[in-house]
């Protein structure tokens, strides 16, 4: 008896397994805080989750997540397949819509695109600069997956007649309906 007391090796091994499996639980408790910190929770629920119930809500959040990303998939593969090469428009897409009204000097430019035409409103503004005409007012509105871009200009003295504003409406017409 007094043997296995004062046998070191004996309590040392007991201990250094307590301490391992310690150290094992404490590490699993942090991975769990990891995983429950990651995992977007509901703003109404304020009760503490069971661990059981974290997982299952994580186990359900990555599920979203991967029928999300096969939808994402599908649909960009779809838009890949209708796109033209030869100047990256979509067949089966609406072509942008552009109506430009001139009253004297004062320039109107209304742009209804889809969502996958937003570089437009950039360069439509980048031309009107180009003809000297001066945006005093441009914004748009999103409706579903439709933008509707207003922009309000002043011509400039370069091109405060009517054949300016027919010319300006020549280049934009000819720059929306081409590639």
Do not use: W
Not at 25 to 44: C, D, E, G, I, W
Not at 49 to 76: C, V
Request: include cysteine; glycine fraction near 6%; aromatic fraction near 4%.
């Amino acid at each position: 008896m007094e043997q296995q007391c004062n046998n070191p090796s004996s309590s040392s091994s007991k201990a250094d397994r307590k301490t391992i499996e310690k150290n094992r639980r404490n590490q699993m408790k942090a991975l769990y805080l990891k995983l429950h910190s990651l995992v977007p929770h509901q703003q109404h629920s304020r009760e503490v989750l069971s661990l059981p119930d974290q997982l299952e809500e994580a186990i359900n959040y990555i599920k979203r997540l991967q029928i999300d990303l096969g939808r994402m998939t599908q649909k960009k593969d779809s838009l890949k397949s209708g796109e033209n090469s030869s100047c990256g428009r979509k067949i089966g897409l609406p072509l942008p819509h552009l109506e430009i009204n001139s009253v004297d000097s004062a320039l109107q430019v209304v742009i209804t695109t889809s969502l996958d035409y937003q570089f437009i409103f950039t360069d439509v503004i980048r031309l009107l600069h180009e003809e000297s005409v001066q945006v005093i007012n441009a914004n748009y509105t999103l409706i579903g997956d439709t933008i509707v871009h207003s922009i309000h200009s002043q011509m400039g003295e370069c091109a405060p007649d009517q054949y300016g504003a027919a010319r300006i409406s020549e280049r934009l017409k000819k720059f929306v309906g081409g590639c």
